[in-house]
């Protein structure tokens, strides 16, 4: 299976929104509703903030919101602050006995 | 917090075993769920290579299914990813986490590098 595609690097000032992109195919994006979305600051663990395409984990700010239309989900970070520069990633559910498709990766610069 | 730390060694030499040990805390390996290793490498990008539950029973990636083993050990908390037959493209960052279910990582490790080099 490919991987998920996503933009290289997106940015925004402080308090305004980016929306990163993660397309897939119908096969996996578009047919299953598990699409998780990680962030990935330098030196940490990667963090889960959005699974089953739109529910956050206790404790991830309600900045941090995602959607799907088709084979594309989308994460949204509302009100950019300076904590939420780090790498973004998202997957899905492969189906079958790959389980796991992952994103190429979104570097977010807060300007 | 469940936390998760991998341990192991940073040079392989090929055709070598790679073998890595996760350590878990603020949780029971024994819990439900799964627990998982995935890595990433510059010219692959992220790649899950299996997953095993507090059972024993294991899932794996199909294009390493051949070289790949895991295995739980209850009395120290912590599951264990052994790759055999490795070459230089199993250079990579490797992560340990951690699945509640619905296919999403629920926790990860920090990662180690591992390096295949004579």
């Known amino acids: 299976q490919s991987a998920l595609t996503q933009p290289p690097s997106a940015s925004g000032s402080p308090g305004q929104s980016v929306t990163i992109s993660c397309t897939g195919t119908s096969s996996d994006v578009g047919y299953y509703n598990y699409v998780s979305w990680y962030q990935q600051s330098p030196g940490k663990a990667p963090k889960l903030i959005i699974s089953?395409?739109?529910k956050r984990p206790p404790g991830v700010p309600d900045r941090f919101s995602g959607s799907k239309s088709g084979n594309t989900a989308s994460l949204t970070v509302s009100g950019l602050q300076a904590e939420d520069e780090a790498d973004y990633f998202c997957s899905s559910y492969g189906g079958g006995t790959n389980p796991y498709v992952f994103g190429t990766g979104t570097k977010v610069t807060v300007l | 917090q469940v936390q998760l730390q991998e341990s192991g060694p940073g040079l392989v030499k090929p055709p070598g075993t790679l073998s890595l040990t996760c350590a878990v805390s603020?949780?029971?390996?024994?819990?439900?769920?799964?627990w998982g290793w995935v890595r990433q490498s510059p010219g692959k990008g992220l790649e899950w290579i299996g997953d095993?539950?507090?059972?024993?029973?294991?899932n794996y990636n199909p294009s390493l299914k051949s070289r790949v083993t895991m295995s739980i050990d209850k009395s120290k908390n912590q599951f264990s990813l052994s790759l055999t037959s490795v070459t230089a493209v199993d250079t990579a960052l490797y992560y340990c986490a951690y699945s509640s279910g619905w296919y999403r990582l629920d926790y990860w490790g920090q990662g180690t590098l591992v390096t295949v080099s004579s």
């Open positions: 095993i539950g507090h059972s024993g029973s294991a």
């Open positions: 603020g949780a029971s390996i024994s819990s439900d769920g799964w």
């Open positions: 089953e395409v739109s």
